[in-house]
């Protein structure tokens, strides 16, 4: 595992030599603002809380994560380095989690640059810090299952535009799971124990719990097996 | 870890290696052998099977069927160990174009795990002088020629100073001048090595190489040095010898009736003489010559070109 090292270093060096980096983070902080602050109604609620950004994390995240994602491995098939890759002395499992652990910081910090929302409710009011808490830790996390999928979707394609629709696609499957209309519909349609259990698999519904400030292990979970599922299925896919 | 022992100071074994695509067989049944100090020319058409062979060698494609090793370590079972031994230069050297020469080589080397970082710092700069790189040592890869790109494809698969390296065209796309160098740094460093390297141009074989193989549809054609190779063209051991002052049928004549010459022609003024085995009979022919006291305008000795014996194998139509 010594050679995640190079491999994440490299991966997360490569977001600032490109413009990429400053992008995206000005694409995902603004539209963050945005979205709080207008659609959400951040002052008109009158609450100093940041559930009014948090509950558009999901949908942020549904563009943001496979932007960041698709040239991951669809790149590196492309331009033919990958043969370079996988004929250095590291294990496939070491090249998809120095790529994943690249992508995911990356995405942490752009999510913690969010923090002047935090400076803000705490200047206008007297927040509930337990929620900010798990609200951040809930959006890491579900960020890092994002991720997952999309560096999944990268890897098997060569062309960064469908990587890029591929894991919109998967990761809009994952979140609408969790709308009410959805699942009503799901009811009619299938077995109830069916639904359910396709209902459970929602990333709205899995990051509900966290927004409010509940540190709900199972909903942890998910995030983390839905994570590793998709990376262990990455190093299968690549190892062909 | 299993470890073959391999023959002969042999660094590279490659037993029955064969590859499909779907149903098309792109290796088939290749074997051969490389040792320590050995250059070893892998020539064939394009779509031959010269790089997929490399591929598998070098562990980025599993083989369908037979083995490979590597100072004696299985490429399929020990693919690590293998992988730290070779030095890998891949057909038109994919290499990150975002980031500077320099950084990528610092990159492979921490990869190859030359450690400490001072060690690894110092390899690079060794590298950088090795290579002709020190100019564009800052400079991101994707601004540079492709002689320069070229030159750090080879900079990165010889970083850890590898037993074996296999070089997929190596002077692909290089100017006459950057050839001539980048034959020099191979030549200097094959004492210690066995190296692997596939080339379209046949003068290339002949001033590097030690031995060639011609593979066409994934099976090998020839194995051999080159200067066996080049007794396989059909003039190959023939003289031309000009003559003056004596009927040219006669004198041809009487060159038929001796043991040495295998056959004779004319042309013009000129006579043909072909041996009729491998070894020169410059020294006979001389002799003969001077018996008969001919005047002789010309004498020499022809020898088969590569390329027209390249052609004649791979493309038996033309």
Redesign the interface.
């Known amino acids: 595992m010594q ?1 995640v ?3 994440f ?2 991966e997360f060096a ?1 977001y600032f ?2 413009p990429v980096a400053y992008v995206f983070s000005v694409v995902f902080l603004a539209s963050a603002a945005i979205l709080t602050f207008f659609p959400g109604q951040f002052f008109e609620s009158n609450e100093a809380s940041l559930r009014t950004l948090f509950q558009f994390f999901p949908w942020i995240f549904l563009l943001m994560a496979p932007a960041i994602c698709m040239r991951l491995w669809a790149e590196e098939k492309r ?3 990958w ?2 890759l ?6 496939t499992v070491e090249a998809v989690l120095g790529k994943f652990l690249a992508a995911w910081a990356f995405f942490t910090i752009a999510i913690l640059l969010t923090f002047p929302m935090v400076v803000t409710v705490a200047y206008l009011g007297t927040p509930d810090w337990g929620p900010i808490f798990t609200g951040y830790l809930g959006a890491i996390l579900m960020g890092g299952s994002y991720l997952a999928i999309c560096s999944l979707a990268s890897a098997l394609t060569r062309n960064q535009v469908i990587a890029f629709v591929l894991s919109f696609l998967i990761c809009l499957v994952l979140l609408f799971l969790g709308i009410g209309l959805v699942n009503d519909l799901m009811g009619t349609l299938l077995p109830w124990w069916l639904a359910e259990g396709i209902s459970q698999f929602s990333f709205l519904s899995r990051y509900e719990a966290l927004m409010i400030g509940l540190l709900p292990v199972g909903d942890i979970l998910f995030f983390i097996l839905l994570g590793l599922f998709a990376l262990a299925t990455t190093v299968l896919v690549l190892e ?1 | 870890m299993s470890k073959e022992i391999l023959p002969q100071n042999e660094l590279i074994r490659v037993g029955g290696l064969t590859k499909d695509f779907g149903p098309f067989r792109a290796v088939n049944a290749v074997s051969f052998g490389v040792r320590k100090g050995e250059i070893l020319g892998f020539l064939g058409p394009n779509g031959a099977g010269k790089s997929t062979t490399m591929k598998i060698l070098t562990g980025f494609i599993p083989a369908t069927a037979g083995e490979a090793w590597v100072e004696g370590f299985s490429v399929q079972k020990d693919s690590l160990e293998t992988r730290r031994r070779i030095g890998y230069l891949p057909e038109s050297s994919p290499a990150y174009p975002e980031m500077t020469v320099e950084e990528f080589l610092l990159f492979v080397a921490e990869c190859r795990r030359i450690n400490p970082r001072k060690n690894r710092q110092k390899r690079v700069e060794e590298i950088l002088s090795l290579c002709f790189l020190q100019d564009v040592r800052k400079q991101t890869i994707d601004t540079l020629s492709k002689g320069y790109k070229q030159r750090v494809g080879f900079a990165q698969a010889v970083i850890h100073d590898p037993p074996v390296l296999v070089l997929d065209e190596p002077t692909d796309g290089l100017d006459p001048n950057q050839k001539q160098e980048v034959r020099k740094i191979i030549t200097g460093m094959a004492k210690e090595k066995a190296i692997i390297l596939s080339t379209h141009i046949l003068e290339e074989v002949e001033a590097l190489c030690s031995r060639l193989i011609i593979i066409d549809r994934g099976k090998i054609l020839v194995d051999e040095t080159p200067a066996e190779f080049r007794q396989r063209h059909e003039q190959h051991n023939r003289f031309r010898i000009g003559i003056e002052g004596i009927e040219i049928s006669e004198a041809a004549a009487k060159l038929k009736k001796q043991d040495f010459a295998g056959s004779v022609a004319t042309e013009g003024q000129t006579l043909l003489v072909k041996a009729p085995g491998r070894e020169s009979i410059e020294s006979a022919l001389l002799k003969f010559c001077q018996q008969e006291q001919w005047s002789l305008k010309s004498f020499r000795k022809e020898s088969g070109r590569l390329d027209e014996v390249f052609r004649q194998l791979t493309n038996p139509q033309a």
């Open positions: 050679q090292k190079p491999l270093k490299r490569g030599r490109s331009s033919g380095t043969e370079l996988f004929t250095l002395p590291l294990t062909r």
